[in-house]
């Protein structure tokens, strides 16, 4: 085999440190070192064995191919997905603005965190990674190149875990005034972005028989003169996923049925916006698929 192709994998593998024969770089031929370099990286990325570039090694070494500042990122679906992406999101990281695992995917987590530093550096937070992004993160390389990730006390969960979790589970949401609503809708949005599959479906006061879990939300308390439930007072709480796996564990009839307040945390005078729902949003989501990852 010999051509364009060809060579265009070579200098994928020779970017990434593969060696391979200068002869078969020269004559853009798929050799035996090439074949070698393409069997090693097969491995590295944790695909079958083989010296195939088949669709799923072509995809692996496109996103390890990408180098920050290559592409503007921002969210959208399917997922901006590379080496590029794992690279902004340690650089958010270890810089303080943590969206969570660094799995190379530019899902809610990376975007929130990219508002932050946009905002904290005097940018417009707009979080779409251009060019005046990356001079400052490029700027403040010093800093995070070559440093572990640190993210948050409350865990976020990676992109395929969280996938797995909703495509294993039937959960239904239930909004009970409009705000509440708003971020139902928006936890249901992104567990549909996150996998085609999800079983998250948002519900009104009727839910079906056959969910795993059903989650209420609500900007107020409880009445006083209501009967006591499981409840999980979200601006008090620091441990989302616990809560929930604690409730949902604990729950004497199926599916557990558990209350969100988001007490303390909305206003209806102007001041919650759509970004704040957002907010919300995805962290209910977090720690509802963390709580039901193990």
Known sequence: ????????????????????????????????????????????????????????????????????????????????????????????????????????????????????????????????????????????????????????AESRIGFARAANVLERFQIAVIGEDPIARSVASRMWNIATATTDSSGMMLCDSEVPTDVDLVLEIASDELPADAAPRATIALAECHNLAQRIRTANVAAQQKPARIRIELTGMTRYNGTFTASDAQTLAVRLLDGVCDALAD
């Not at 770089?25 to 090439?34: H, P, S």
């Not at 500042?69 to 603005?97: C, E, I, S």
């Open 1 to 152: 085999m010999q051509g364009a192709a060809v060579e265009d994998v070579q200098s994928r593998l020779l970017q990434l440190g593969y060696t391979i024969d200068a002869d078969e770089v020269a004559d853009k031929r798929f050799g035996t070192t090439t074949e070698q370099a393409v069997g090693t990286f097969r491995l590295d990325s944790g695909l079958a064995a083989g010296y195939a570039v088949d669709i799923p090694c072509w995809s692996a070494l496109v996103d390890a191919s990408y180098k920050l500042g290559d592409r503007t990122l921002y969210l959208r679906m399917p997922n901006f997905h590379g080496a590029d992406v794992k690279a902004l999101q340690r650089a958010l990281n270890v810089l303080g603005f943590a969206c969570g695992e660094d799995d190379g995917y530019f899902g809610p987590h990376t975007e929130a965190a990219l508002q932050q530093f946009q905002e904290n550096v005097g940018l417009f937070a707009d979080g779409m990674a251009f060019q005046d992004t990356y001079a400052y993160i490029n700027r403040l390389h010093h800093v995070w190149e070559g440093k572990p990730s640190v993210t948050e």
